[in-house]
């Protein structure tokens, strides 16, 4: 029996690499796309002569529409399938940001902004429903960073490969662009749709009739899933004031010059990528996530200070956004970890649904707030106002250990 294990185990890898892979992509066109905007912030403002807040009302028409609709989402993907959920999200966000780049109109972009937020809506309930039901218990684990991890690069890759699609074709021109990779990567899933396919058991395909029930809601609105909420946004403004606004706050509060200051955003959100994938070896090996998120926020809070304090030479500016980002990404596996604690059996999607909804609302309120500041001449405020955020947030994961199951007490 062990033998025949152990065969069917080494049947499924080559799927499981396939699965995982097909899905890393996907997340990494969608955290590409968050970030479309933000790098081409100077060259869309001087075209249309808008303000930042104005330019923020895109960033929020697309996450307003996310927090709004991706419970829907959720039920759609249940009801149709992961997969074709998926494909349609990419190239309905594909779609918009090619019009967006075609059309001569800025309040149109701003429309098909709240288009893209629909595509968006798609990727976190298809990706995680076809990776927990395509993919082997052994490697759910190495999937669910190998995903995670895929994200945070797209968020990487965006502001260095744009500024150079700007320089060869323009900024409508990067947009189209982009367009062209949501498509490539829904042609790949459709080819590879196979891999993407076969059976879900009933169990996962079908929550149980009490998840839908008062007792659900109940849970979703006690004061420790709250608190959780909470965590969210609060992160949520914070990468957005760092993501979103770092490159146009250094360059009105020091001159930095265009390049040094997207180098520093690229090497803050490529750190995150490594942060990550520490964050989940130290998340395996310690119960007290709770302190280990406290831990990278005070860290997190202090990179934002001296950034936003102190005018730092190139080098140093760089080395303080990639130190930022690294313990930005330290925190999310443990971040995960607190919220799986709080989930009883059976309500883990529902649960984390809730929380993540934090990352639209935050997204909602950042870049209006953030671009506000901006017009009205504080750009430290940026980095201070992060800085806070992340103090702020300690006390709402504080507290938060992991429970051990059962079967780990047993083990």
């Known amino acids: 029996m062990a033998q025949a294990l152990e065969i069917r185990t080494e049947t499924k890898r080559p799927r499981d690499t396939r699965v995982i892979g097909l899905t890393s992509g996907a997340h990494f066109v969608s955290h590409f796309y968050i970030l479309l905007l933000p790098p081409l912030f100077p060259f869309v403002r001087a075209e249309y002569g808008v303000s930042y807040i104005d330019l923020g009302l895109a960033l929020a028409a697309f996450n307003l529409v996310s927090a709004g609709l991706q419970t829907s989402a959720g039920f759609l993907t249940d009801r149709v399938g992961a997969s074709a959920v998926l494909v349609a999200g990419l190239l309905l966000s594909a779609g918009a940001f090619a019009l967006a780049g ?38 759910m684990g190495q999937a669910f960073s190998i995903h995670t991890f895929a994200g945070m690069l797209g968020s990487a890759v965006a502001p260095p490969a744009l500024l150079l699609l700007q320089d060869l074709v323009g900024w409508r021109g990067a947009f189209v662009a ?19 396919g076969g059976p879900i058991p009933r ?58 200051a997207n180098a520093a955003l690229s090497a803050y959100l490529l750190m995150i990528s490594v942060g990550v994938l520490v964050g989940g070896l130290l998340a395996s090996r310690t119960q007290r996530h709770d302190l280990v998120a406290v831990a990278g926020l005070i ?21 303080s956004m990639a130190i930022g980002g690294l313990f930005a990404g330290l925190i999310m596996p443990s971040r995960d970890m607190i919220v799986r604690s709080l989930a009883p059996p059976g309500s883990f999607g529902k649960v984390f649904g809730f929380v993540t909804t934090g990352f639209n609302l935050g997204g909602i ?47």
Not at 213 to 238: D, H, Q
Not at 245 to 260: E, F, H, K, N, Q
Not at 303 to 308: D, H, I, K, Q, R
Not at 381 to 396: K, R, V
Request: hydrophobic share 55%.
């Open 365 to 411: 309120v950042s870049p209006l707030l953030f671009g506000w500041l901006m017009d009205q001449g504080h750009p430290r405020a940026i980095f201070l106002l992060g800085a806070c955020c992340s103090l702020l947030s300690i006390p709402t994961v504080l507290g938060f250990a992991r429970r051990r199951s059962p079967q780990e007490r047993r083990a």
């Open 102 to 139: 075609l059309v001569p109109s800025f309040w149109f972009l701003v429309a098909m902004f709240a288009v893209a937020g629909l595509g968006n809506t798609v990727y976190h309930p298809a990706d995680y429903s076809i990776l927990a039901n395509h993919v082997s218990a052994q490697r």
């Open 299 to 319: 860290a997190v809070a202090i990179t934002a200070l001296a950034v936003g304090l102190v005018s730092l030479g190139a080098g140093l500016l760089i080395a």
């Open 178 to 196: 982009a367009a062209l990779l949501g498509v490539l990567a829904a042609a790949v899933m459709i080819l590879q749709r196979d891999a993407l």
């Open 203 to 260: 169990a996962a395909n079908r929550p149980p009739e009490e998840a839908a029930n008062g007792e659900g809601w109940k849970l979703l609105f006690s004061l420790p899933l709250l608190r959780n909420l909470a965590f969210f946004v609060m992160l949520a403004i914070t990468a957005g004031g760092m993501q979103n606004y770092s490159v146009v706050a250094l360059g009105a509060l020091y001159g930095t010059p265009l390049s040094i």
